[in-house]
Structure formats: C-alpha cells, structure tokens
C-alpha cells in the first residue's frame, strides 16, 4: 500500500481501498490496508478502528458458527439418509 500510496497519493489509495468493491473473502485484506492508508490515532479515526475490530470479531465469531451448523447439517443429511435406506 506504501508505494500505491506514494504512486498515486495517500487520498486516492484510501478512497479505493474503503469503496472498492471486494469479495467478502477480501474484506479481511481491506481491514489489514485500512491500518496502512488512515492514521489511527485521531479522534474518529479510533473510534473506527475500534468498531472494525469489533466488527471483524464478531463476522469471525458468526463465521465459525456457520461452519459448525453447516458440518451439523451435513451429518444430519447423513444420518437421514442411513435412515432411509433402513425404512427401505
């Protein structure tokens, strides 16, 4: 992002790094450019950088809990099917 930055200039390299459209399995590299592009010790800015690191807690959180009831889901459709070759 530094040389982005010096290249094009620290404005245009921050407005493309919080509006470019990315992937949600990229939004993790934008949270890691966003430490590089804005200076965190200001007043707002801290404010923000504590509510993304809230935010990417709790996306983490919900995420392991999505894994953990899609692994449920495919053992239950396991065991349904096992089932329903006994009734069979």
């Known amino acids: 992002m530094e040389s982005e930055a010096k290249r ?10 919080l509006n470019w459209p990315m992937e949600d399995i990229q939004e993790r590299l934008r949270t890691d450019m966003i430490a590089k592009v804005v200076r965190k010790d200001r007043g707002d800015n801290a404010f923000l950088f504590s509510r993304i690191s809230q935010l990417s807690d709790d996306n ?28 069979k």
């Open 8 to 17: 094009f200039g620290l404005l245009r390299t921050r407005y493309v790094v």
């Open 60 to 87: 983490n959180r919900l995420l392991a809990k999505l894994r953990a009831r899609h692994k449920q889901i495919q053992e239950l459709r396991v065991e349904i099917e096992v089932k329903n070759k006994k009734v």
